[in-house]
């Protein structure tokens, strides 16, 4: 199934973390099934809707293997592409361990 993304949040600008969420929500109950998010169309695009929509997904471990799978990004600005699989993603597939590290930096700063 191919997802406008342009449709769906119905703007051509993707910024919102609420809209970024109801994507997330979208993509968790149909990942079964092969996804295109497509982007065609989308004029600005942030580090945090990208975060709310897909990043956050890779938290759950039991969804890596179907989002690798099933989810494909289509008609996403290079630049925007790579902070998704660079930058993003990595950090959502190690979540454990960057909380852990900001919890001991919150711990050590309230010494």
Do not use: C, W
């Amino acid at each position: 199934m191919t997802i406008k993304v342009k449709d769906f949040i119905n703007s051509n600008i993707a910024t919102s973390g609420d809209k970024g969420y109801k994507l997330q929500e979208f993509i968790k109950q149909n990942l079964d099934n092969k996804i295109i998010l497509d982007f065609e169309g989308i004029e600005l695009v942030n580090s945090h809707f990208l975060r709310r929509a897909i990043g956050e997904l890779y938290k759950q471990k039991e969804l890596i293997p179907m989002l690798e799978k099933n989810l494909i990004i289509k008609n996403l600005e290079e630049d925007d592409l790579e902070i998704l699989n660079k930058r993003i993603i990595p950090l959502y597939k190690d979540y454990k361990r960057v909380e852990k590290s900001q919890q001991d930096f919150f711990d050590e700063i309230q010494d």
